[in-house]
């Protein structure tokens, strides 16, 4: 198993460098919640891990591999998963297309759906023949994570996935993803707004501002205090 290094990672759109020095390890299985205010970069540092921004100076492992030198594709290979804000699913195919398509990061080029997604997320089952276009919005975010999953990640990088979702699908949701990282061993990197959500779910957090990282820890150490200086508005 493959830990994640973040040396003094500096990140660009064009000239500008939105992530200026972060540094973190996420060891293997470990849950890693990013906290912040609108606007500092929580997205771009997500986006830079998967080689999505312009450009990365410093240094970022996964293992023995150098993921700078690596293309998006080549690091979801490796068995890092991103699931972007907003659920970019494929509206004209089915669920069941959409999870098959997660299927070709894999290696071992295995192209069926598992089983636990479905118990997971019973109402992808139901819904297999469907569009995906045709779910509601929290339908189609467990949809995005299934179609990661089938790739058989060991890493699992999401973007607010509750943010803009119903309430009864917030809780499932929220639910999977402990489980996933509780059970199934999956290191997680998680973007959150919701703060009681992140402290019962992470093992350790950082709290990012303009591109760097003010306060980290344990998830014990997100207390009030921190959230009233770091992330109140
Ligand atoms: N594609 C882009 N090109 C240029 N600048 C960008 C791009 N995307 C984001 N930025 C800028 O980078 C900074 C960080 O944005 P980012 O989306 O990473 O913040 P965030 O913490 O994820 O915010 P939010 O919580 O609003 O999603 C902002 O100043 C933003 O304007």
Redesign the pocket.
Same mark, same amino acid.
């Given at each position: 198993m493959e830990t994640m290094r973040a040396q003094e990672l500096h990140s660009f759109? %064009?000239k500008?460098p939105?992530i200026q020095g972060v540094s973190f390890d996420l060891e293997p299985g470990e849950f890693l919640a990013l906290l %912040?205010?609108?606007?500092?970069?929580? +997205? +771009? &540092?997500l986006k830079s891990l998967m080689g999505l921004t312009d450009g990365c100076t410093g240094g970022l492992v996964f293992g023995e591999s150098n993921l700078l030198s690596l293309s998006t594709s080549q690091r979801a290979k490796l068995g890092i998963a991103y699931i972007p *804000?907003g659920r970019e699913i494929i509206p004209g195919f089915t669920v069941r297309e959409n999870i098959l398509m997660g299927t070709f990061a894999r290696v071992d080029g295995r192209r069926e759906i598992p089983e636990y997604l479905f118990e997971m997320f019973p109402i992808l089952r139901e819904f297999i023949g469907r569009k995906g276009g045709d779910l509601s919005g929290g339908q189609q975010q467990q949809l995005a994570i299934a179609r990661a999953l089938a790739m058989d990640p060991k890493i699992l990088i999401l973007d607010?996935p509750t943010e803009g979702i119903q309430p009864n699908i917030v809780k499932q949701i929220e639910e999977a993803i402990i489980r996933l990282n509780r059970e199934r061993g999956l290191g997680i990197i998680l973007?959150e *707004?919701n703060v009681p959500f992140a402290r019962r779910a992470c093992d350790r957090f950082m709290v &990012?501002d303009k %591109?760097r990282v003010v306060v980290s820890g344990h998830s014990k150490d997100l207390t009030d205090s921190v959230v009233e200086k770091h992330l109140t508005f």
């Amino acid at each position: 198993m493959e830990t994640m290094r973040a040396q003094e990672l500096h990140s660009f759109y %064009g000239k500008s460098p939105v992530i200026q020095g972060v540094s973190f390890d996420l060891e293997p299985g470990e849950f890693l919640a990013l906290l %912040g205010r609108n606007g500092v970069g929580k +997205t +771009t &540092l997500l986006k830079s891990l998967m080689g999505l921004t312009d450009g990365c100076t410093g240094g970022l492992v996964f293992g023995e591999s150098n993921l700078l030198s690596l293309s998006t594709s080549q690091r979801a290979k490796l068995g890092i998963a991103y699931i972007p *804000q907003g659920r970019e699913i494929i509206p004209g195919f089915t669920v069941r297309e959409n999870i098959l398509m997660g299927t070709f990061a894999r290696v071992d080029g295995r192209r069926e759906i598992p089983e636990y997604l479905f118990e997971m997320f019973p109402i992808l089952r139901e819904f297999i023949g469907r569009k995906g276009g045709d779910l509601s919005g929290g339908q189609q975010q467990q949809l995005a994570i299934a179609r990661a999953l089938a790739m058989d990640p060991k890493i699992l990088i999401l973007d607010e996935p509750t943010e803009g979702i119903q309430p009864n699908i917030v809780k499932q949701i929220e639910e999977a993803i402990i489980r996933l990282n509780r059970e199934r061993g999956l290191g997680i990197i998680l973007v959150e *707004q919701n703060v009681p959500f992140a402290r019962r779910a992470c093992d350790r957090f950082m709290v &990012l501002d303009k %591109g760097r990282v003010v306060v980290s820890g344990h998830s014990k150490d997100l207390t009030d205090s921190v959230v009233e200086k770091h992330l109140t508005f």
